[in-house]
């Protein structure tokens, strides 16, 4: 082999080792790999390009102490940390890591890498965390996005953290945020969701807010509102009658204003009801006149009773339909709300999202005794002059009867 020939090997040999060098992984970076052997305290993981990496057991169980993976699974971690002499690699959670010294903690620090930590207790304007042996404060605002009011739910939970302020000593000084990662991972969630958020897009959520006027709902980084109109086909008076908390819902996207605010740049109005079947598109064919139907009193006017036939579909029965052959001063006197009714269809309008109503065929008894009996017309026979009775005649043949009596 020439000179020019072994340099040009030699060259080649160092390029190769420089791309090595810069492959390399270096402690934060996320990397996937596949689990290839279990021990007892660790769980080594094959990553590739001669790589292996250890992960404590413990990362890997349930609340319950089983363990998640099995040889083959493939894993996602963050790289704790990097031997200097070994080059062993030292795995976390996805999303945190197990710390064993104050050495690693403050390297964490620099670093911005997130750590595992367990919240103990509550204590003024925050909460108490315990990270790797070590006492830390995270501060109530740091604690969620949104606003908890009871911090002692989250007393037991073990959660990612970023360490915000280190001070080396006796006793370490740290201050913790878990709301600066939840933020990144919304950003990454919303830059993901943005090609989907538009108008009329249907779009699945959890529930995570609500108020008397509506529901908030993460859409996976970005929240929108359900206002209490928006929510159900019937009449609701609050959200908890059809939400709750951690609820996974499918919802339509009804319109996206900007505000302005970089903290909330936009609002998003959201809509459940959208997504049900509108009963009126066919209520002709189901509500014809003359049909009979079932329905319950839900509301009580000084011109008649609404009555909800379906969900999202109400018709009325005018106070003169609902004396039985009299007259009513108001619905009340016969009818309270939530009773159950049988009525008569008398027309539909669907274009107007009205149905006529009647129980003028129905006894209503306003006092102790039964109504009257009436015929189908709307005017009863309490309204037809009586019969005659043969009994009393005539007048002519009393007339001829005195007549009679006098000769």
């Not at 839900?298 to 379906?310: D, Y």
Request: aromatic share 4%; net charge negative; charged share 30%.
């Amino acid at each position: 082999m020439t000179d020019e020939s072994e340099f040009e090997a030699l060259l080649r040999e160092l390029e190769k080792t420089e791309q090595a060098v810069a492959e390399r992984p270096k402690p934060g970076d996320r990397v996937k790999g596949q689990v290839i052997a279990i021990g007892e305290e660790q769980v080594f993981v094959d990553l590739g390009g001669k790589a292996e990496g250890a992960m404590d057991v413990g990362n890997l169980k349930d609340k319950d102490g089983n363990l998640k993976v099995a040889v083959g699974d493939e894993l996602e971690a963050v790289i704790a940390s990097i031997d200097a002499d070994t080059g062993a690699i030292t795995l976390g959670g996805k999303h945190g890591k197990h710390l064993h010294g104050a050495d690693e903690l403050e390297a964490a620090y620099q670093q911005g890498l997130p750590v595992e930590g367990t919240i103990t207790g509550t204590t003024k304007g925050g909460l108490e965390v315990r990270i790797a042996g070590h006492r830390a404060f995270c501060p109530a605002s740091q604690a969620d996005i949104r606003f908890i009011e009871d911090l002692s739910t989250l007393v037991g939970q073990q959660y990612a953290f970023r360490i915000t302020k280190f001070e080396a000593g006796k006793r370490l000084n740290m201050v913790v945020s878990r709301r600066a990662l939840l933020e990144e991972e919304r950003a990454a969630q919303a830059e993901a969701l943005k090609e989907q958020l538009q108008e009329g897009a249907v779009l699945n959520g959890k529930v995570v807010g609500i108020k008397e006027f509506g529901a908030f709902v993460d859409l996976g980084g970005v929240e929108g509102m359900v206002h209490i109109s928006e929510m159900s086909l019937n009449r609701i008076n609050h959200p908890e009658e059809v939400l709750h908390l951690g609820q996974e819902i499918e919802v339509q996207v009804l319109r996206i204003e900007d505000t302005g605010n970089p903290k909330r740049p936009q609002k998003i109005a959201l809509s459940i009801r959208a997504l049900a079947k509108d009963p009126w598109s066919d209520a002709v064919a189901r509500y014809s006149p003359g049909t009979r139907v079932d329905g319950r009193v839900t509301r009580l006017q000084p011109f008649g009773a609404f009555v909800e036939l379906e969900p999202g579909l109400e018709g009325l029965i005018h106070i003169s339909e609902l004396g039985a052959g009299r007259r009513l001063n108001h619905p009340q006197e016969v009818l309270s709300t939530g009773q159950q009714v049988t009525t008569t269809v008398l027309k539909v309008e669907p274009d107007r999202k009205r149905i006529g109503l009647s129980m003028a065929d129905e006894a209503v008894a306003l006092d102790e005794d039964p109504a009257p009996e009436r015929g189908r017309g709307r005017r009863g026979r309490r309204d037809e002059a009586p019969a005659p009775d043969d009994r009393l005649g005539t007048l002519g043949d009393l007339l001829k009867e005195q007549m009679g009596r006098d000769d």
